[in-house]
């Protein structure tokens, strides 16, 4: 099974609101990470958590805000959003795999918008 | 840091040719090279990927060729049809990485829209 499962698909919500976005895996993957991407553009990589420890952040907004609870979910708190953070945002994970520990699988993404 | 640029960025084929998609990455220390088809509103999906020993990997319909030394990799699809129709980015991984060597940094190309007519 290499299935990685987010919700909501789809999210509007307001500049003042506050929202979270989740992801889930059950692949026994370590590594997981958030993508944003804008429509025709390749994903762009915002954070990466490794055995549940934030590894990396990519210079990204305070407003995206990340959290591992436990192995196999991460969520993304969205809290007061600007137009130009619409985007589909997608969840991967990576760790053993037929493919090798390194391959990563995206979800089906959230679809964000600003308003 | 890793740079890969991938042409062309549009390609238009009739069903039965081939169709070839072109990488080069700038870090001769990255050692996976995975290929994702991206269909509208859909997510990601991985259609082969290679690794830095490997010179050819082929399956089915889909190969993907990798030159170390010239720092590119190829992804050829033959016989192509309607259904191939989609976005192909290639990425490039470099060496472990993250505090416990579990995660790994991809850079993608920008992407080849991919047009099969009939």
């Known amino acids: 099974d290499t299935e990685v499962t987010q919700t909501p698909k789809h999210l509007v919500m307001g500049m003042t609101n506050k929202k979270s976005l989740k992801c889930e895996q059950h692949m026994g993957h370590r590594a997981m990470y958030w993508y944003k991407q804008k429509a025709k553009k390749p994903p762009e990589l915002m954070f990466v958590y490794s055995y549940e420890k934030l590894s990396i952040n990519e210079s990204v907004p305070s407003r995206f805000s990340p959290e591992c609870p436990n192995s196999s979910l991460l969520n993304l708190h969205l809290h007061a959003l600007q137009p130009e953070d619409s985007a589909l945002y997608l969840c991967a994970s990576s760790g053993r795999g037929t493919s090798g520990r390194e391959t990563q699988y995206f979800g089906p993404g959230t679809r964000l918008l600003v308003l | 840091g890793e740079n890969v640029e991938q042409h062309p960025s549009t390609l238009s084929v009739q069903e039965g040719d081939s169709a070839v998609i072109k990488c080069t990455y700038s870090d001769s220390a990255s050692n996976y090279f995975p290929w994702y088809k991206q269909e509208l509103g859909k997510r990601p999906q991985l259609i082969i990927d290679?690794?830095?020993?490997?010179g050819e990997k082929k399956d089915q319909r889909i190969a993907v060729t990798l030159n170390k030394t010239a720092k590119h990799f190829s992804l050829h699809i033959t016989e192509t049809q309607p259904e191939d129709s989609a976005v192909y980015f290639c990425a490039a991984k470099g060496p472990k990485w993250g505090p416990t060597g579990t995660a790994s940094k991809l850079t993608f190309g920008t992407g080849t829209r991919l047009q099969v007519t009939l």
């Open positions: 290679i690794r830095s020993n490997v």
